[in-house]
Nanobody, 126 residues
Framework: QVQLVESGGGLVQAGGSLRLSCAAS????????MGWFRQAPGKEREFVAA????????IYPDSVKGRFTVSRDNAKNTVYLQMNNLKPEDTAVYYC???????????????????WGQGTQVTVSS
């Protein structure tokens, strides 16, 4: 069973930065596509970023493109989400997710991911 643990959330002022980390258990991390999603109160969980198994392919929605960067270190079984120029509307619980044994482009839909972390809160004050 793959376990994912997020960290790095917190309170930041608008315009500030945070870096989230997601540590994965297991020996096959380099075969996982990894995604980041977020969920604000009363809203659906939405896609934020995804990265393929090697780190060579990343995708973002327009809402975060140019501000957020996803990366991974397969030697450390960790995926990161660097968030810059944060806005109050970025406030949400952020989740990382894994799609195991996936060699294609990273998925952008949450239903394709099979393993999820517990989430970390990000709050951006205005």
């Amino acid at each position: 069973q793959v376990q994912l643990v997020e960290s790095g959330g917190g309170l930041v002022q608008a315009g500030g930065s945070l870096r989230l980390s997601c540590a994965a258990s297991g020996r096959s991390f380099s075969t996982y596509a990894m995604g980041w999603f977020r969920q604000a109160p009363g809203k659906e969980r939405e896609f934020v970023a995804a990265i393929n198994w090697s780190g060579s392919n990343t995708i973002y929605p327009d809402s975060v493109k140019g501000r957020f960067t996803v990366s991974r270190d397969n030697a450390k079984n960790t995926v990161y989400l660097q968030m810059n120029n944060l806005k109050p509307e970025d406030t949400a619980v952020y989740y990382c997710a894994a799609k195991l044994g996936h060699w294609g482009p990273p998925p952008a839909t949450r239903y394709e991911y099979t393993n999820w972390g517990q989430g970390t809160q990000v709050t951006v004050s205005s």
